[in-house]
Nanobody
């Protein structure tokens, strides 16, 4: 079992950048897949990006590929670097984790509380 805590959200102008962090505690992450999801007001939660902790393979949502990078930053921190932000990126961003499985699967067992990202036009 892991516990996840997100940080790094905020208000940024369109075209700007933000770096979100997710600190994991509990079990070592070696067997885990970590991901970021987002949920905008009135919309369903959607997948953004995932990374397999062992090996570092990544997978991205088409609409963010090339603007967003998911990576590890230390033994228990996963980072989402977001560049060229657009107003439609405005959402609450959630960190998620599960053991194993396909990078494209959207079924996760553990979730953080979320961090708000607001992109102004």
């Amino acid at each position: 079992q892991v516990q996840l805590v997100e940080s790094g959200g905020g208000l940024v102008q369109a075209g700007g950048s933000l770096r979100l962090s997710c600190e994991a505690s509990g079990q070592p992450l070696l067997r885990y897949v970590l991901a970021w999801f987002r949920q905008a007001p009135g919309k369903e939660r959607e997948f953004v990006a995932s990374v397999r902790w062992s090996g570092g393979n990544t997978y991205y949502r088409d609409s963010v590929r090339g603007r967003v990078t998911i990576s590890g930053a230390g033994p228990k921190t996963v980072v989402l670097q977001m560049n060229a932000l657009k107003p439609e990126d405005t959402a609450t961003y959630y960190c998620a984790a599960r053991t194993g499985g396909s990078l494209s699967s959207e079924e996760y067992d553990y979730w953080g509380q979320g961090t708000q990202v607001t992109v102004s036009s």
